[in-house]
Structure formats: C-alpha cells, structure tokens
C-alpha cells in the first residue's frame, strides 16, 4: 500500500535494459565483430542507447574495455587442468580452447593480443596457472614466459588463418613455377580430407604439437 506522498511504480519492465558490466562487454563484443577494434566508446554507447558518461562508470577508458574484453573471453578458454595434469598435456586442450575463442571475434584480436596484461585478473590468473605447470615439471624458470608467448602468438596466428581460403597457399595462375609447392599443398588438403579434418584444424593441430615437442626439449638446455 502507497502513502499519499509516494509514488506508485509502474508495471511491467523498464522501457530500456538496465545498464551492467556484462552487457556493456557483449555489445563491445558485437561492435568489434563488425568495425574491429577501431570502435570508440561514443560509438558503443551510442549502439547502447546511452550517454558515453554512462560507460565511464564501468571502464574509464577504452583500454579498461579491451582488458574487460579479454578477462571475459580468458573465463571462456577455461582452466583444463593444470593443477593436476603435465604442462604440455593441459596446454594442448587450453590452445584448442583459445583458439577457438578468440577465433569467434577476429575483429578484436590484434587489440588483445597487444594490451599488457596489467591488472587484468583474470589473464594474470590464467597465465599463473599455466606458469606454475612448467615450474611445477622442471621447465627452465627463463624460459617460461617466452614459451608462454610462442605458444600464443602461434594460436593466434592459427586463429587469423582459420579466416583464410583453405587453398590459401596454392599456386594458381603461377603453378608451374612453383611444381613443388602446388603438389605439397595438394598433398596436404588431401591428408587433412582424409583426417575428417578441416585443412586449417589440421595444420593447427600439426604445428602445436610440434612446438609444444620442442619446447618441451629446452627443458634439457
């Protein structure tokens, strides 16, 4: 019951959805999809139906936002147990995983792959992980961090060329000055087919168990 000085609130829900951390970040995600990472914040609120002021509540500037952005899509890739299994067993799920989830927003990608990871939680918190596996299995302590950097930059790497044509290599027009590499390429659609694999999966599949096998022997060095 409402006093005479109060007043009734009315039914139903709110003409616009209230304003949150969460969905600021999905309409990032969706913004980026479409104009990459050279949106700016007037044009996310804009797309919100909100004043830019509004979004400096969440994240002061549109680094805050990209490091959000990167913080929601590390939860995503998830932790595929580097508590408990060797290094190089875990990581080969977790680049699976990333790849995959980065590779659902390539417009985003080089923005990410190049905003330090300070103060983002939830980046730090999984690099930890990762950093602790190696250490806890004889990984040389020098070693670690670029180990960590070569097997991302090759997953995101593998996640731009998911984007690619599947022929992307093969001599067309010019094939008979390249014979060698016309038939490798051949070759190597031709085994990815007989994989029951995508020539990108295949080729990503081939590299990352080929650097994690030679990281893997610089714990001798």
Do not use: C
């Not at 139906?49 to 890739?77: C, E, N």
């Not at 995959?100 to 792959?113: D, E, S, V």
């Amino acid at each position: 019951m409402t006093t005479a000085t109060e007043t009734p609130r009315s039914a139903g829900r709110p003409r616009t959805a209230v304003l949150s951390r969460e969905r600021i970040l999905e309409a990032a995600f969706k913004l980026a999809d479409v104009r990459g990472a050279d949106f700016t914040l007037a044009a996310l609120a804009r797309n919100l139906d909100v004043r830019p002021s509004a979004l400096h509540h969440y994240f002061a500037s549109k680094d805050q936002l990209i490091a959000g952005m990167r913080g929601q899509l590390t939860s995503r890739i998830g932790d595929h147990g580097f508590d408990t299994l060797p290094w190089h067993v875990a990581i080969l799920d977790w680049a699976r995983a990333y790849r995959l989830t980065i590779g659902a927003h390539p417009g985003i990608i080089a923005a990410l792959a190049t905003l330090p990871v300070d103060d983002e939680l939830e980046s730090i918190i999984d690099y930890e992980r990762i950093a602790s596996a190696m250490l806890r299995d004889g990984f040389p302590e020098h070693r670690v961090v670029p180990a960590i950097v070569a097997i991302e930059s090759f997953i995101i790497g593998s996640a731009l060329d998911s984007l690619a044509p599947e022929d992307n290599l093969r001599p067309v027009e010019n094939a008979t000055l390249a014979p060698h590499l016309t038939e490798a390429e051949h070759a190597a659609r031709a085994y990815a087919d007989a994989q029951s694999r995508s020539a990108a999966i295949e080729t990503f599949e081939y590299g990352l168990a080929a650097l994690v096998a030679g990281l893997r022997s610089t714990t001798l060095q």
